[in-house]
């Protein structure tokens, strides 16, 4: 299928992707399957798809309900990447598949890290799951700087990704087919008929991502992937689940600390390079009530005067 017909940008049209498809009528979870097929040998581009789930797993340990007429595909990477930047992995995820929907007419953005929303309501999820590697002594980077102890990165990494499309969800919830007879006619409706389709979408869609960040390197690609977030200029509140936060104090070396958050509130002011969320919080003495910082102690670029700000660092699933 052309890329057009998938609402891939037109400059990697031309990429034609090979993918080892193998379809499943049930597994716990297509990213268990699939790692269990990469242990005995299974390549990059490796996808394991099931009609359904019995313990389809989302972000934080949260379980993601998988019944039939969903959409609920593994696909197997080598990406070789720094583990710094380990969350622009589901960055690109989600940035490809939401910009191939909003390509054809599907306005679907992003709520961070990980969700696909249509009009506050969440459409799919995408779980990344990663395996690391020491960088060999050999690398270039240990030959720059010898007296450095080699650093972790990702080689091998899958992608997880389910999407409604006329399964049963929750009243928070939406699936695609619902939102494709509430739009104008169009190439939504006309190009994204059944599930093969949409499984072709979102592959491509990711493939889409990772592409479009080695285009344009990490600022470029976060600042488009901010565009289509949802959360930008709003109030969240945080949890002591949320553990691991930089505080951006310190430019030379981040430290990642666990806090004590509840209660507490801040405003999403942004995005960084390396994928996790700026959340502007008022000075320590006004954390008791909680309050979100003034518009006042913002600046144009998204700093702070008299406000803390602070990285969430999204939850990260490294496997043995």
Known sequence: MNGDHLGICAEFRHI????????????????????????????????????????????????????????????????????????????????????????????????WPNDLFFEGKKLGGILTETRLAQASAESAESQRQPSRQPVARIKQAVIGVGINWHNQVPETGTTLTKILKAL?????????SCLEVLAALVLRGILQGTFFQQQVGNQAFMKAYQKLLTQTGKTVSLSNDLRSLAVSDDPVTRRWDTLQLANRSGEVVGIS????????????????????????????????????????????????
């Open 16 to 111: 034609q992707p090979k993918f080892d498809l193998h379809v499943f009528e049930c597994v716990d979870s297509t990213s268990v399957q699939l790692w269990k097929m990469v242990n005995q040998g299974a390549e990059a581009g490796t996808v394991a798809i099931a009609q359904r789930q019995s313990a389809g797993r989302g972000q934080r340990g949260r379980s993601w309900l998988s019944g039939p007429g969903g959409l609920y595909l593994s696909v197997a990477l080598s990406p070789d990447w720094p583990v710094d930047y380990s969350a622009q992995l589901t960055c690109m995820s989600a940035w490809g598949i939401a910009t191939a929907l909003n390509n054809l007419g599907v306005p679907v953005q992003i709520k």
């Open 184 to 192: 104008p006619e169009g190439a939504a409706r006309n190009k994204i």
């Open 273 to 320: 390079e390396e994928g996790y969320l700026k959340v502007a919080l008022c000075n320590s003495s006004c954390f008791a009530d909680g309050s979100a910082p003034s518009p006042d102690s913002l600046t144009a670029d998204g700093n702070t005067h008299s406000s803390e700000l602070l990285l969430l660092k999204p939850s990260e699933i490294h496997i043995s």
